[in-house]
């Protein structure tokens, strides 16, 4: 099984400001196989990003991902009020795996 | 547009048994592999199972694996997950996800998710 494993886990920061989440994988994965969500208190996930750097459809461009091998970064360039959530990291190839998540909070 | 809609959930004892239902709508049902995605109260997101377009194959987390059972019937857009020997830890909130390509196999669409609880 690949974990996954976010850092920090908690980001407290202000609207405006950029935040920056890591997930680091057990092991390589092809960056085709990674996602990010977002989690809002009482709301199912929600798609931002997958292949590691593709946005869904109808996200802001303020997220943006990269990274791969092992290491991948979501950012969300300036922080509106709305996107002080959850966020997961998923490696969406065999056997799915999520990260324990990060919570940003102002 | 793209619907999912979970229920089923409810408080069972532990042990016993239940069935959670995944409909869908808004999309060519039978073309599309669904999961489901588990998250106890105040903790992460765990993948539970999959299933492929057609039933033919099945995968499941191992902390899940002969207790619980996947399938799905394209002739009603609907997706289940029997749940036997339930047990403290499969408390959670359930949701069914599809995913958004079928190349693409990140969890796009989700449903509201429905509540299991296992106590005595």
């Known amino acids: 099984e690949i974990v996954l494993t976010q850092s920090p886990g908690t980001l407290s920061l202000s609207p405006g400001e950029r935040a920056t989440l890591s997930c680091r994988a057990s092991q390589s994965i092809s960056s085709s196989y990674l996602a990010w969500y977002q989690q809002r208190p009482g709301q199912a996930p929600r798609l931002l990003i997958y292949?590691?750097?593709s946005r869904a459809t109808g996200i802001p461009d303020r997220f943006s991902g990269s990274g791969s091998g092992a290491d991948f970064t979501l950012t969300i360039s300036r922080l509106e009020p709305e996107d002080f959530a959850l966020y997961y990291c998923q490696q969406y190839g065999s056997s799915p795996t999520f990260g324990q998540g990060t919570r940003v909070e102002i | 547009q793209v619907q999912l809609v979970e229920s089923g959930g409810g408080v069972v004892q532990p042990g016993r048994s239940l069935r959670l239902s995944c409909a869908a709508s808004?999309?060519?049902?039978?073309?599309?592999?669904i999961h489901w995605v588990r998250q106890a109260p105040g903790k992460g997101l765990e993948w539970v199972a999959v299933i492929s377009y057609d039933g033919s194959k099945e995968f499941y987390a191992d902390s899940v694996k002969g207790r619980f059972t996947i399938s799905r019937d394209n002739s009603k857009n609907t997706v289940y997950l029997q749940m036997n020997s339930l047990r403290a830890e499969d408390t959670a909130v359930y949701y069914c996800?599809?995913?958004?390509?079928?190349?693409?196999?990140?969890?796009?669409?989700w449903g509201q998710g429905t509540l299991v609880t296992v106590s005595s």
């Open positions: 292949g590691a750097s």
């Open positions: 996800a599809r995913v958004l390509t079928v190349m693409i196999v990140c969890l796009a669409y």
């Open positions: 808004g999309f060519t049902f039978s073309t599309y592999p």
